[in-house]
């Protein structure tokens, strides 16, 4: 499975960004898909994630200011992401966990990644 991912770049504090992030390939469907970020010298971290059957999780530090959600059929997913702060420039990664058609085994990929820059 190959992700592809569009947005990001540079806006001021307070403003709005979104990320998208196609999933593509043959005979799969999707189990997860998300978003993870790593700013430099640091680790990476989880930023938001949503399931098939719609559940979300969110990071404390994005909580109430990010959105995410999928298009299940489409195997995208977009995050929204407002009231930006210069803590959350990274690189934001996207992530999917998919399986075969059939299949019971969980298989990960991430996408190659896209900036995001804050500044205050």
């Known amino acids: 499975v190959q992700l592809q991912a569009s947005g990001g770049g540079l806006v001021q504090a307070g403003e709005f960004l979104r990320l998208s992030c196609a999933a593509s390939?043959?005979?799969?469907?999707?189990?997860?898909m998300g978003w993870f970020r790593q700013a430099p010298e640091k680790q990476r971290e989880l930023v938001a994630t949503?399931?098939?059957?719609?559940?979300?999780t969110y990071s404390d530090s994005v909580q109430g200011r990010f959105t995410i959600s999928m298009e299940y059929a489409k195997k995208t997913v977009t995050l929204q992401m407002s009231s930006l702060k210069p803590e959350d420039t990274a690189l934001y990664f996207c992530?999917?966990?998919?399986?075969?058609?059939?299949?019971?085994?969980?298989?990960?990929?991430w996408g190659q990644g896209t900036q995001v820059t804050v500044s205050s």
């Open positions: 949503v399931t098939e059957t719609g559940i979300t």
């Open positions: 390939g043959t005979g799969f469907t999707i189990n997860t």
């Open positions: 992530y999917a966990r998919w399986r075969y058609w059939g299949r019971t085994y969980l298989r990960e990929d």
